[in-house]
């Protein structure tokens, strides 16, 4: 992925041409440049707050003269009624910023909300919760770093930086062996340095995985409990392991109690509810 701060920067560059184009005329018909104004961002629901660091971007990139005092951090805890930060500056410049700041703020401490939760029913066991790219494109990267911020760990950025033998794949180059192979030999001819997972429909094809070997990780793809905890006995060790498929905070404990290392949950970013807050004018 390229530098994290240049795609920000395209982010929020694209987000205001698409917000603002030729003008906020709502804004420039009624409020006279340059005159100075105070906002406040307020909290309407409970949950993990997320995105206060990009809302700095934000308005700094759109007017280096706004000024930010912050009250509450990336990860904290909220509730209705808290003030995150005020941000004072020229009114236009507020007005211009404002929807495109909660949109993200919104969605990231929505995100981090649900990942918490997750997390947090893991209490005391050292299953990992992974996000997926179950995600809403041109996002992915604020949307993963929220499961961050909400406790939870990134699986993959993309199709890039890391090796998934998923069962098309599999079923594409003619079985198992034939798919972990030829990626052998892809990464090798390459001269890339990736961490392989392969996914596993059955226990028949655990045991296929491992006779090949050469791996890093394997994914159960909706096993039954009994076959997961069957699954992590074979793998013993060898590999790291990895559940999936339709997980929900109700079996999600359950999962984690067989012994994988890590369990991914595409609803962490695909099943969100965003967060309720305002950035409120004070007079």
Sequence with gaps: MQDYDLTLRQ?????????????????????????????????????????????????HQFDPT???????????????????????????SILQTERLVLNIMQRMSGIATQTREYV???????????????????????????????GGKNHRMGLFDMIMIKDNHIDFAGGIGQAISKTKQYLSEKGKDLKIEVEARSLDEVNEIMRVGGIHRIMLDNFSFADTREAVE????????????????????????????YISVGALTHQVKSLDMSLKAEL
Excluded: W
């Excluded at 560059?13 to 340059?34: K, Q, V, W, Y």
């Excluded at 912050?70 to 005020?86: A, C, E, L, N, Y």
């Design 11 to 59: 982010f929020i560059d694209n987000a205001f041409r698409e917000d603002i184009g030729d003008g906020d005329h709502s804004t420039l018909a009624c409020i006279p440049a340059n005159t100075q104004g105070k906002a406040k961002l307020l909290i309407k629901d409970s949950g993990i707050l997320a995105g206060v660091n990009i809302a700095q971007q934000v308005f």
């Design 66 to 92: 706004l000024e930010m005092k912050i009250f509450m951090q990336d990860g904290s805890s909220i509730k209705p009624g808290d003030i995150v930060f005020k941000v004072e500056g020229k009114k236009t």
């Design 120 to 150: 947090d029913l893991l209490q005391g066991l050292h299953t990992k919760v992974l996000d997926t790219r179950k995600t809403t494109p041109g996002i992915r990267f604020l949307e993963k770093e929220a499961v961050k911020i909400g």
């Design 234 to 261: 074979l793998i013993a060790g060898q590999y790291e392991t990895e559940s999936s498929g339709g997980i929900t905070k109700e079996t999600i404990r359950q999962y984690a109690e067989c012994g994988v290392d």
